[in-house]
């Protein structure tokens, strides 16, 4: 082995750890402000599913990041909607489809309108946006979690989920008309 070698081999060696921590920075759902590519118009808002995390633009070039929680594969929601309806403390009520595809989960839901009234017990937390596209209702929303540890991770129905101090914090600062972005 000639010492170039070595040497050129030893500091790559030495750089690895930095380049795998670089990759590989740790989750954090913690709401902070962050740089964004100023494309983006304030007001907007942006979820990057396989990020797990939501952006609230609020000046050209810098967003609220927000950890979520987002839909199974193949139940994810994309592409642009409108929030059109907010709501406090929220009703619940599971759609057909998610009755259709775990009828034991759902079941005291099947044969009848019951809705659950909103409250801590209440899978949508605190909070709801409701998404909606040329003025219909989609049936996904960004809402509070009664499951905290869904956050980071690809397990609802399709809805993206917040904690709920952070999804009250959102709800604060989005009006209707909000534009969101789900790529």
Partial sequence: MRRRTFLAGTAAATMLPQVLSARTAAFDPTPQE????????????????????????????????????VGKAGL????????????EWPTWRPTDEMIEREPQTYER??????????????????????????????YFRIHGTTQP?????????GCIRMMNEHVIDLYQRV?????????
């Fill in 76 to 87: 994810e929601f994309t592409g642009t909607a409108t929030i059109s309806v907010k709501k």
């Fill in 34 to 69: 962050v740089r964004i590519k100023s494309r983006y118009q304030p007001g907007e808002l942006l979820i990057l599913p396989r990020s797990h995390y939501l952006y609230y633009v609020i000046t050209p070039g810098r967003a609220m990041r927000y950890g979520v929680g």
């Fill in 149 to 157: 540890n869904s956050i980071g991770r690809s397990v609802s129905n």
């Fill in 109 to 138: 839901f099947i044969g009848n309108t019951e809705a659950q009234p909103g409250g801590p017990d209440n899978p949508l937390g605190a909070r709801a946006l409701y998404l909606f596209q040329g003025g219909k209702d989609t």
């Fill in 175 to 183: 009006p209707i008309g909000t534009k969101v972005t789900v790529l």
